[in-house]
């Protein structure tokens, strides 16, 4: 048995707009590489900027909801708007975890590597991309439907 306060963490980030097969399976997989599992849920402000205006479809407090309902998640931190990599990095240092897990194709594996270092963390790709599962394809399914 662990002694309170030395579990290991598991950090994970991401919008999670329309959470579907491919988000479920990364959190799964994180989650196996510890024993608390983390998001930092990106904001609104940052998600319209990197994913365009109409995004997101669910916002941030519907979306961290949404995430606490899945046995799998122990904790949620929504960010506010962030500014730079620094930003970032600060509240990472708070979390100290010891696995940043990520998805293959991570759009910010570089990012990511390099705070995991900084902060003595194991940076570990948990899942494969799954085919025809984003957020984004999903929309675009839908937009095609109508």
Not at 34 to 56: A, F
Not at 83 to 109: G, M, Q, W
Not at 133 to 141: C, G
Request: charged share 35%.
């Amino acid at each position: 048995m662990k002694k309170k306060g030395k579990e290991n963490i598991v950090l994970v980030g991401g919008c999670f707009d329309v959470v579907h097969l491919g988000h479920i399976t990364f959190l799964e997989k994180a989650k196996e590489k510890g024993d608390i599992l983390v998001i930092l849920l990106e904001s609104d402000e940052n998600i319209k900027k990197n994913k365009g205006q109409n995004r997101p479809i669910n916002n941030q407090e519907n979306r961290a909801k949404f995430l606490t309902k899945l046995k799998i998640v122990d904790r949620i931190i929504k960010l506010p708007e962030m500014k730079s990599d620094e930003e970032y990095l600060e509240i990472i240092k708070k979390i100290k975890p010891k696995v940043v897990a990520v998805s293959e194709n991570d759009v910010n594996l570089n990012k990511k590597k390099e705070q995991a270092k900084i902060v003595g963390a194991k940076l570990i790709e948990v899942t494969k991309t799954v085919p025809q599962q984003s957020t984004s394809k999903i929309i675009e399914d839908i937009i095609s439907y109508l």
